[in-house]
Every structure is written in C-alpha cells, then in structure tokens.
C-alpha cells in the first residue's frame, strides 16, 4: 500500500526563505500568516491530508461512486466522514472572507493545502476545490443576498459547489452551448438542458449542492455572446438557508472513467430547474471563468500533488527493493543485492522528478503570493502586476504541471518494475489520477492557445516583460552567489 | 466504441517496395511468400483480427479473468472461440516448421500478423504470442523427443505456452532465483518454488499448457550461473501427446492490473511438479533468453500496435467531432463548428504519431527480414550480419516503440478531451494496455543497459558499425532522389 507525507518542511523553506512570504505582512490576511502560525495551520492540515484522506485512497478506487435507481449517489466508504473532518477543521474557508464564517488567510495557505489534500486523495480532494472554486464566482459575481445565503454554507462545508459547463456536443467550444434558461418573471429562471462531466455532480457527503450553470436565456445571441451563469441548487433554500423542494436537477448517469473513480462524474439533466441569475445577462462566460482559472490553477496544483505522491512511494522502494549489483562493487554486499537506487538510471529517474517537484511548488507559491497581492494590495502598480502574473502562470501551471506531472508518475511507476503495473502498489492510480489533469478545465493544447495568442501579447506584451525582467533582475543580484555555488560545486 | 483496420497495404509497401522482401526468394520459406500469397495471407489474418479479435476487446477488459476455488481460470467471454479460430486457420504456426505443421513461412510475415492481433486485442493476443515464443526455445533447445511430443500441439494450437522467470523477490535480477529441482533419477526433476506474472499461466482455452521454468538444480552453482531451463507440462503428457494426470503446478492467485484485464497473469505454484529438462544443465538462462529475444521483439510491436489502434481512433474523431473554427476562417461553415482536425495542434499530434508508427512498422518489418534471413542463408557472412542486426536492434525496438507507442497512445487519447478519460470510448484502455509493454520482458532501463553495455561494444562495435555504413550507403545511392524531393517540397 502507498504511503503519502506531506511535505510541510519544502512548502515553508519556499514561503519564507525562497519567495519571502513574510515580506508582505502589512497586507490583510497576510499578518496573521506569520511563519509559526502557518507552520501549525500546515502541519495540521498534513495531518488530517496523511491520516484521513490517504488511507480511502486506494479504497475509494476499488469502490467507486454508485448511481441508485433513484437518482441518488453513494460515495465510497470514509469519504463523507473525511469531507466532514476536512469541512469542520475549516478547511474549506481557508482563504474565504471572515464575514462569511472564512478563516481569511491568503489563498497561498490554501493552495498548499489543496496540494497535500490532492495528493493524499485526488478523488476526494476535489469535492472540497470545486466547492472552493464555486465560492470563488460566488464572491465576485453574486448579489449580496446570493453571497449571504450561499456563502456561508459552503464555507463551513454543509453544502458543496459545482461548475456546469460542459454538454454532449461541446466542450471547449462553449458557444454551441443549448441549455436553456426561461424567466419567470419572479426573477428565477428555469433551466432546461443536459450537462456532462459534471465533478461532485451528485453526491450523499452533504444537504445540498449549488450547481453553477451556463445557459442560454431565451432569445440571447447566438455564440459566447449569449451565455449566462445561473445558480441551482439541488435543495431550493429558504433566504434563512433552511431546506425547501428538490428542485428539477438530477444525476442521470455516472460517467465510466480511467481514474478518480471516487469522485461522482455526473451527467446532470436540468428538466425546468429553478436557478438565479449570477452577475450579468450574457456574461456569463466571463463569471465562469473566475471559477475556472481558480481550477486551472488548482488543477496544476494535482499534476504536483500526483507527481510527488508518486515520487514519494519510488523513491521509498527503490531503497527498498534489492536487486542486482551496483556498478561500482556491491554496495550492500552483505545482502543478496545492492537495493535498486545504487542504479544511475534509478537515481537520475528519480532526481528529475524531484528537481520537477520542487520547482513545480515554487511556481505556484510564487504565483499564489503573486495572486493573494493582486487581491488586497492598495498600490494599483502592484495589484497590476500581480494580476499580470496569475494571468500568464496560469496556462504555464495548468498545461506544464500536469503534463509533466503525469509524466513524473509514469516514470515513478516504471521504478517497481513489474510490481508498478500491479494494482495493491498504488502506482497505477496515481498515473490514472494524473491524466484527467492534462484534460479537464480546459485541455493542454486549449492552454498552449492561450498562452501564446492571449498571455504573451496581451497589453503589448506587458506580463511577460515583467517577468523576463524580474528573472534578470534577480540574476544580476545573485551573480557573486551564482559563482560561488559554480565554484564549490566542482 | 472504438475500430481497427489492419494496414494491409502499409506492410506490403514497407516488404515489398521498400525492403525488398523479394529480394531473398532464394532462400527456404521466401520462396513460397511472393507478394501475391503474403497480401492473401496479410487480408485473411487482418480479417480475423479485426472481426474476431476486436470487438472482444472491450468486453475482456471489462470481464478480465476469474480464478475459481479449485485454481481453474476462466477467460472473458469469447476469447476460447476466437483463439481457436486463429490457431485452427494455422496463425500461431505461421513461421514453424512444417515438419511440425508448421506453415514454413518467414517469421516477417507472423510479425505483420501479430501486429494487427495486439492492436484488435492485445491481451488476447498474447496467449498466442507467449506460445510462438515457447515454440521458439522449444525449437532451438529440446531434445528431439521434447520437439516431437510438444510442437505440433503448440503450433496447431490446443497446448499453449507460458515463461516462467520472475519470482517475488527477483525480476531483472534473476540469479536470485530460489525455485529448485530435485533430479528423481529417471530424467525427470520434481519442481518446487512460486513464480509470479505468469502470462496465460492458467486459463480455460485449451486443453493443456506448456510450461517453460527457470530454476536451481539441487546443488547448482549460485546466481545466474546456476540456472536451468524445464518444461513443466500442466497436464502430463503420454509419449503419443494423450494426456495424463494433472501435474503439480498450479495458479495460486490472478494479479489485479492497470490493463490487459483479457490475459490471465498468475502467481503460479510448483509444489514438487514434475519436469524435464530443457537444452543443458545450468545453461537455462541462456535458453530462455531465445525465448525473452523472441518475446522482446513482439512486445516492441505491441507498442506498435497500440499506437497504431489508438491512432487510428483519434484520426477519426477528429474529422468528426465538430468544435471550434479554424484559425484561418470556417472550413465548414454550413456546420455549428469546423471537426478538429482542422486545428493545426490536432494536425500535428495525430502526424507525428502516424510518422512514427510508420517509421517503427518499417524498423520491425526489416528486423524480421533480417533475422529471417540469419535463420536460413547459407551464406555466413549474411547469417552473422543478420545476427548482428537482430541484436542491436531488439533493445531499441522493445525500448523506443513501447515507450513512444504509449507516449503516442496518451497524446491519441488527449485528442478526445473529457471524453478521452471515459471508458466507453475505448482510448484509456489502449493507454492502459500500452503501459505494460514498456515494463515486462526486461523494463526500458533495462532495455538501455543491453544496448549500450552489450550490444554496441560486442565485437569491437561490429553491429553498429554495418549498420552506420548502411545508412551512409543509402543516403549516397539516393543523394539524388533527396535533393528533389527537398525542392518539390518548396
């Protein structure tokens, strides 16, 4: 069975001895992510990452999610007491506003978080993103009265979110979508479609899910121009948040997939559900893209997760496993053989996707920091500057993280030899896990696009000049340290 | 659901106008293989392959195999009829000698044929492909009573063959082997030990299986120097080939695996099972390695083979499944979006896996001429470059082709987005099933080391050199053709 440790040490080396972290402390949220009290906040949510979700990893892919004829959905065994443990340690709220019950730390915290979380258990895991990225919309585009019925109740982890985006005849071409939405005339709209692909669709971990959904408003324009995003709950709420109706949204089959067979893939029929207009008539595609580049992010973050994960258990049996003879003479010569990282193929496999790793985390730390500013800076320049970075990082961490990162756990496999191939290992789940990361929010070669025809020209180019400047910048600082590490290191 | 179309006239344009099959129609089997008897021969295997083989393929992986309480394994549904099919139309004897009923034919022309069985199915495809290599070291190393009693069954196909290498505790490093045979003084040994990974180590399709045992004759030397092939029946055999009482050798467990769910891969117990020795006494290593040669190059074209399937699937999604516009304005603007493989990252990924399975078709088919002619020149001079050639070229053809063919087989599947990642489509299972390839019969790395630590220094670089000066050679003769073709190009 694999085991998983969550790397708090490297995650706090990064924050504040690589990318000062601390240097920010006049900034909200930041002073209260002082180094001793996110070392705590890290090393219990490792905890909870390493005992709870890691042990239903294995298990949660054996059993899978369970459609019954009703429509309902059963999670496998420990997930919804594990999503209850990982929502009442406030987890969820992590870096959501106090005034919705949120812990208010920045976003940086929470994505490392979600790295140990994804790690320890993808499936489930994501629940508890999606519902992170579905708040994320919420906060920016909904009503104060959507924020406050809503928010709070996905905060503290009682009900979950979703993202509806994609449908049979489309996906990255979200212009062709067809869902319907009619007014009411009281405000509401009813919705009336088919979405596929839905994550956390459907599921018994909680009392109520809140589907964010595009839709076409009767009469809308053809094409991206046309589409809204809508707010349907499972369970219509009460404005006090008690639960009223069912509303008409059901799961109408799960999905059969390659991996992360513990999270519920839904196909989610809309048959007249109720829902709420969230932000504008027709700009529905640009709210949605909050919520989505909030997962892209979070999806680069899996690519890592799985990368390590699998680093960790090659890296445990290649000190383990004994066979054949070093190059050099016996290492171990007391023993039938030498264990197998006495092998340069070995040592080299296993050094490249750890230099992978740790690169991979900084990026993102460096871009959540970068993130977190942009959000609650007051100098504009900065919050610029900031927001020019996520923008361009984000199709790098996205496209770069996940397909290497799924490479990382191919080669990790290869490392147990035939014994990789075998299910008891865990080392197959993590290559099944990881694919579905060079795929969803978005496919790899959709992030290429938009890298190079929107990131790299937009503003005149503005992000990645900044960035180019900020590597020279610190290439020239650091030119005496670069040539004394060159020197001691011959 | 995914198809296969066998390319037929891509192997008989590689034999006959690029390779010159025909070329060597002097020598015993070419002569009865004239292009007019291959193409029949190549249309009829395709037509088995991809009316028979196919479209069990899904269902295997779904079904995979079942050990009942007594040892016995069963096969998914169908696979005991198709694989009477193949070997009543004489395809696992293809290449064996008619003195055994074999076919006499040249072994390039069973290789073509067991490209398109992997890519209709792999694992079925597999109970024949480990007995053609059983038939292969029965060939070379049995005594005349041994190749008597056992290859007209093989090759007729109602005994199959099996390798028994790895135990739990060894793999690459097999002089650590601990199974032992006792002699009983009549010729025969008693054979106790646990081999693990037993490719069609027990199943329900014939009547009997012909295991071929590595193990340690009481007393023999440690480490590889120690080692001896056996045939270990499991079924005992009368001297007519009637069968006899059970053996003690059974199937102790079926592996739980990332693919190839249609083959039965057994922990297999010898509890004092009774055996014969095969080729010398602790000269066994060596008579399985014609086996492993054997296997290594048919696992090559298993990577081939999945690359190819998983090309051809991608190939025809994208011409149909319809997102997005091209770049350069509508190409099919009565249509709500162009087929993607109008974009040019489309264009690109499914080219260069078509350039590549081309290429690697091409290496194999002429690696296969060449062994074929080692095996029958009477000209020692051909026989040794033959020799030479199959040498180095087997670690770069099980290496390369299984690590690009599933490299290929992921990029394949990325062409379905979302519903790349959903079983149904059949493009995870052609992932899944590549994996394999680039582990068994000596993992890559394993692969590399042969290459670089045997087969280029052999005779002082003998192969490698021939093979540099026939690609100079090839380049002079057609400086010519080069140069036009670069400016038609223009």
């Not at 993102?364 to 504009?380: C, F, M, Q, Y």
Request: charged residues 20%; proline residues 4%; aromatic residues 6%.
């Amino acid at each position: 069975m694999p085991s998983y440790k969550a790397p708090v040490a490297d995650t706090l080396f990064l924050l504040y001895d690589v990318l000062g972290f601390d240097r920010h402390s006049n900034l909200p949220g930041f002073a209260d992510a002082g180094r001793d009290t996110v070392e705590t906040i890290l090393e219990e949510g490792a905890k909870l990452c390493e005992k709870s979700f890691q042990p239903l990893n294995r298990s949660g892919d054996l059993q899978g999610c369970v459609r019954l004829a009703n429509g309902d959905v059963t999670t496998p065994n420990g997930f919804k007491e594990a999503f209850k443990a990982f929502a009442e340690g406030g987890w969820i709220g992590l870096a959501a506003g106090p005034e919705y019950g949120g812990q208010g730390l920045p976003h940086t915290v929470a994505a490392a978080i979600n790295e140990y979380a994804s790690a320890a258990n993808m499936a489930l895991a994501m629940y508890a993103g999606l519902t992170q990225g579905a708040i994320a919309a919420l906060v920016l585009h909904g009503s104060d009265e959507q924020k406050k019925l809503y928010l709070p109740k996905m905060i503290e982890g009682s009900w979950t979110g979703t993202m509806n985006l994609t449908e049979p005849h489309c996906g990255t071409d979200l212009g062709l979508i067809k869902t319907k939405a009619v007014p009411q005339g009281d405000g509401s709209y009813k919705i009336t479609g088919q979405k596929i692909f839905i994550s956390a669709g459907e599921h018994d971990m909680t009392e109520n899910i809140v589907h964010l959904v595009l839709a076409r408003i009767e009469g809308a324009p053809e094409g991206t121009k046309g589409i809204s995003l809508f707010v349907a709950p499972k369970v219509l709420p009460g404005a006090d948040g008690s639960l009223g109706e069912r509303n008409a949204v059901s799961c109408g089959a799960l999905e059969h997939k390659m991996g992360i067979h513990g999270n519920s893939t839904c196909v989610m029929n809309y048959d007249g559900a109720t829902a709420w207009l969230v932000g504008e008539e027709n700009r529905g595609l640009a709210a949605m893209f909050t919520m989505m580049n909030e997962a892209r992010l979070g999806v680069g973050v899996q690519g890592l997760a799985q990368s390590d994960v699998a680093y960790q258990n090659a890296a445990a049996y290649a000190k383990d496993r004994l066979q054949g003879r070093s190059l050099t003479g016996a290492k171990e010569a007391a023993k039938p053989a030498d264990p197998i990282i006495v092998h340069p193929d070995v040592r080299r496999t296993l050094l490249s996707i750890k230099a992978f790793n740790e690169a991979a985390r900084a990026l993102v730390l460096w871009t959540a920091i970068r993130g977190d500013v942009a959000h609650v800076s007051e100098d504009p320049k900065e919050r610029q500057a900031g927001e020019d970075h996520m923008g361009l990082m984000t199709p790098i961490i996205k496209g770069v993280i996940t397909d290497v990162g799924f490479d990382n756990a191919v080669k990790a496999q290869q490392m147990f030899g035939g014994h990789g191939y075998i299910a008891e290992w865990g080392m197959e789940q993590f290559v099944r896990d990881a694919r579905i990361a060079m795929i969803y929010e978005g496919a790899n070669g959709v992030q290429a696009m938009d890298l190079v025809g929107r990131k790299l020209p937009r503003d005149g180019g503005r992000a990645i000049m900044a960035f180019f400047k900020e590597v020279d910048g610190f290439l020239k600082d650091n030119a005496e340290t670069q040539g004394s590490n060159r020197s001691s290191s011959r």
